[in-house]
C-alpha cells in the first residue's frame, strides 16, 4: 500500500501563488494531481512521468501550474501561479497511473487532499 501525504494547502488571494507537496513512500511511477469542488467529479490537473520527462497538463492550468518531482525525496510539487476563483477546490496527489491518465479511475494510490481556497 501506498501512502502519499500532501501539504501545502491554504487561503490565497487570486493572481497569487501557492505550492502544494506530496510525499510518497518510496519511488513511485508516473504521479498526477487532481481536485475537486463541492458538488462537481474530481478532475485532473497534471501528471508527470517517473523520470520527469513528460508532463501532461489540463487545459485550464497551462501557463500557469506546473509539476516539477524530486525523486531523490520521493516528493511532488504542485506550483500554481496566477491562481483564480476558480481554481479552488480540494487538491488530491495520485500515483500508479499513467502520464497520460486523465480519470481518477486510472490512478491506484491517493492522499487525503488538501484545500486550496483563492479570494476574489
Known amino acids: 500500500q501506498v501512502q502519499l501525504v500532501e501539504s501545502g494547502g491554504g487561503l490565497v488571494q487570486a493572481g497569487g501563488p501557492l505550492s502544494l507537496s506530496c510525499v510518497a513512500p518510496g519511488r513511485t511511477s508516473s504521479m498526477g494531481w487532481f481536485r475537486q469542488a463541492p458538488g462537481l467529479e474530481r478532475e485532473f490537473v497534471p501528471a508527470?512521468?517517473?523520470?520527469?520527462?513528460?508532463?501532461n497538463y489540463a487545459d485550464s492550468v497551462k501557463g500557469r501550474f506546473t509539476i516539477p518531482r524530486d525523486n531523490a525525496k520521493n516528493t511532488l510539487y504542485l506550483q500554481m501561479n496566477s491562481l483564480k476563483p476558480e481554481d479552488t477546490a480540494v487538491y488530491y496527489c495520485?500515483?500508479?497511473?499513467?502520464?497520460?491518465?486523465?480519470?481518477?479511475?486510472?490512478?491506484?494510490?491517493w492522499g487525503q487532499g488538501t484545500q486550496v481556497t483563492v479570494s476574489s
Open positions: 508527470i512521468n517517473r523520470s520527469g520527462s513528460i508532463t
Open positions: 495520485a500515483a500508479g497511473g499513467s502520464v497520460y491518465s486523465t480519470s481518477p479511475l486510472e490512478y491506484v494510490y
